[in-house]
């Protein structure tokens, strides 16, 4: 038997136009009230409380979409495919929220190498988030074009994870030197910078002349970082589901709540110090997934489990070990 022929046939797409229309909308409005309602334009520094409160109404949005999901599924495709399809959004989102956390380590290393206030992270964030579902939204509709048309280059994103998360591993105590980033070097070459911040001004007119402040260049290395990790997590989903209704959606809800994490994680981000191992086992797994898949198709709880339990003993043995430079000065 090709053992290609032995993979279960994959559930029909399920993304009609109205579910995109009324999720875009929702995307939307959240953002709309996050700007210019729930404070997205008043100077505040987030505390640990309101990151955490977001953070749980962001998760408990993520199940009820899910729910909801499941629940339309149910009645117009039938239950089969409704349950595999709320499997594989859960799968996905669980994913790409894991990966996330490593969006944290980076923002954090950022924020702290240019001394952003507090008060200034939450607006960089706001901005930073919406640029990253714009990209997302671009290259998850080419990518599963190019899944749909290309079937093979599923195996290249498997080889490409696989890769990646061995790099991580290994490189895994290794900090990227900022000075060196091309996205600053060229904006520092061709911008004019202020040399301080103006509270959390991107832009400031000073006798006649438009600069940019320090606060804008912190921008631009949070857009670079969310477009380099979204070349890991979008092919990393894409090894669960080709669907890009549930690419999609799974994958903007992680993002929505990427700010709320940050702010959670952001001062015990030392304290998880294994969690880098843990993200980077993630990815080889998942590309080991794919590379396998024409003669051995994993079950989506599989998956779903191998990466929970992944996560949480690496979360554990950081809770149990302290990390090794915890009593150096900072």
Not at 217 to 236: K, Q, R, T, Y
Not at 238 to 249: N, W
Not at 268 to 280: S, V
Not at 285 to 290: D, H, L, R, S, V
Request: hydrophobic fraction near 60%; glycine fraction near 6%; proline fraction near 5%.
């Amino acid at each position: 038997m090709n053992p290609v022929t032995s993979a279960p046939a994959q559930a029909p797409m399920i993304g009609e136009p109205w579910m995109w229309a009324a999720f875009i909308a929702f995307v939307l409005v959240m953002l709309a009230l996050d700007l210019f309602v729930f404070g997205g334009r008043k100077v505040h520094r987030v505390s640990t409380k309101e990151a955490a409160a977001w953070s749980v109404a962001w998760l408990l949005l993520a199940l009820g979409f899910n729910a909801l999901l499941w629940w339309h599924l149910t009645g117009t495709v039938g239950p089969e495919i409704a349950d595999q399809k709320a499997m594989e959004f859960l799968t996905g989102y669980v994913i790409e929220k894991s990966l996330s956390v490593d969006n944290v380590f980076v923002f954090l290393l950022i924020f702290s190498a240019f001394h952003v206030p507090p008060e200034y992270q939450r607006r960089v964030l706001v901005y930073g988030v919406l640029g990253a579902i714009i990209m997302r939204a671009v290259m998850i509709l080419a990518g599963a074009w190019v899944v749909r048309e290309f079937a093979w280059v599923l195996y290249v994103f498997g080889a490409f994870l696989l890769i990646t998360g061995i790099r991580m591993l290994v490189a895994s105590e290794e900090k990227p030197d900022l000075e060196k980033n091309p996205v600053l070097k060229l904006a520092r070459r061709h911008l004019r910078v202020t040399d301080g911040f103006r509270e959390e001004k991107f832009f400031s007119v000073e006798n006649g002349v438009r600069y940019v402040t320090p606060l804008f260049l912190v921008l631009l290395l949070v857009e670079a970082s969310d477009l380099v990790f979204a070349v890991d997590s979008i092919p990393a989903i894409f090894a669960i589901t080709t669907d890009p209704f549930i690419v999609f959606t799974s994958n903007i809800f992680a993002i929505m709540g990427l700010r709320a994490l940050y702010f959670l994680l952001a001062d015990m981000a030392e304290r998880f110090h294994f969690l880098k191992y843990g993200l980077a086992m993630v990815l080889a797994f998942i590309g080991a997934k794919m590379l396998i898949a024409p003669w051995y198709h994993m079950p989506v709880e599989l998956s779903l489990g191998i990466v929970l339990t992944t996560l949480v003993v690496s979360v554990l043995a950081s809770l149990m070990k302290k990390p090794p430079e915890s009593g150096a000065a900072a």
